[in-house]
């Protein structure tokens, strides 16, 4: 599961594993496929002219509807933002203009945004959507460090 942490908890059935799983494979096998071929290809749930992607990969993506609206979430957001330097997919979406920031990511952690004249926000712990454990321990340079 590369790019993601190995501490990954979901719920303990297979259709989460097979979700999660998915988020982590879309960046890597829809990249290079234009907007319009995704379009299509989740309109019609056949990925038959997208080369590459496995059977089973294919067969989740025609069975979930949550993994087609990540698709469509991914290529709404891949030319703003790079989706592999978030730990999954919705986080990538939520923190960019498409989602609104409602979601900002700050010294390693993620956190929603309750109030935006205030800037407060509340560290969150897991993806409220697939349920991705987060760090949630801040990350601050030493003094006289740019941060990263």
């Known amino acids: 599961m590369q790019g993601y942490p190995k501490d990954v908890r979901v719920s ?8 999660l799983t998915s988020s982590v494979e879309i960046p890597r096998y829809f990249t290079s496929v234009s907007d319009a071929a995704v379009r299509q ?3 019609d749930g056949d990925y038959s ?3 590459d992607i496995p059977g089973d990969a294919v067969d989740h993506l025609v069975e979930c509807v949550d993994c087609s609206n990540d698709l469509l979430w991914f290529i709404g957001i891949r030319q703003e933002i ?3 330097t978030y730990p999954c997919l919705h986080l990538a979406f939520a923190c960019s ?5 409602v979601i900002e990511r700050q010294h390693g952690m993620f956190a929603i945004r309750v109030d935006v004249k205030t800037g407060r926000s509340i560290v ?3 993806c409220p ?3 991705l454990r987060l760090n949630t321990a ?3 340079p030493p003094r006289g460090m740019a941060a990263g």
Do not use: K, Q, Y
């Open 12 to 19: 303990p059935t297979e259709l989460a594993m097979n979700c």
């Open 41 to 43: 290809a989740v309109s």
């Open 49 to 51: 002219g997208i080369p």
């Open 82 to 84: 790079d989706v592999t």
């Open 97 to 101: 203009s498409r989602g609104n920031g």
């Open 124 to 126: 969150i712990g897991f």
């Open 129 to 131: 959507w697939c349920g």
């Open 138 to 140: 801040a990350e601050i």
